[in-house]
């Protein structure tokens, strides 16, 4: 089976902005517990895309993943992503992949997985979207031949984690 197929032409600077995480294929540094996961994208000093992603962990705490993330062709729609220390991001293959599989016209809620089909999200604008937009992303999903026997669908509980949270006492 050839790899999935990510849009034809992604407009990054309406990508940027706030997610939240809808539903996700298991992630073995992602607790299958988490809560209230949100993204966050945003242009860094590199031009490149800053990732900060944020969650309460199975044990309530807040946790942040910050990564660095750069179009790897004109179309934008597929993403090399590193979650690694700034200092250690030049050590090959630790880029992962994400392309963007399915967007609405509005940049509302997106479909992302990786080309090998291993991973998958989807991802909106408010955290919580209809149950027939969702069947919709995952109906593509399926298309593109994820297997989505293992999908987890993290709850929200309308809390955020906030910097504050995060900083050491």
């Known amino acids: 089976m050839s790899e999935a197929r990510a849009i034809p032409s992604l ?15 298991p992630l073995k540094y992602e607790d299958d517990a988490a809560t209230d996961i949100t993204a966050n994208y945003s242009l860094d000093n590199e031009g490149k ?12 705490q807040p946790k942040q993943a910050l990564g660095q993330a750069e179009a790897v062709d004109d179309t934008n729609a597929k993403l090399k992503v590193n979650f690694l220390p700034a200092a250690l991001r030049w050590i090959p293959f630790t880029d992962g992949d994400y392309w963007v599989l ?49 999908l987890i669908k993290p709850s929200h509980t309308g809390r955020e984690v906030s910097d504050a949270m995060l900083e050491k006492p």
Request: proline share 3%.
């Open 11 to 25: 407009d990054l600077n309406r990508y940027l902005g706030r997610w939240y995480e809808i539903v996700r294929l």
């Open 49 to 60: 895309i800053r990732v900060d992603n944020r969650c309460f962990d199975k044990n309530n």
């Open 102 to 150: 399915k967007i609405d016209p509005e940049y509302r809620v997106a479909l992302v997985g990786t080309p090998d089909r291993k991973f998958l999200w989807v991802l909106a604008r408010e955290s919580a979207i209809s149950q027939s937009t969702l069947e919709d992303y995952l109906g593509e999903a399926r298309r593109q031949g994820f297997d989505l026997e293992r």
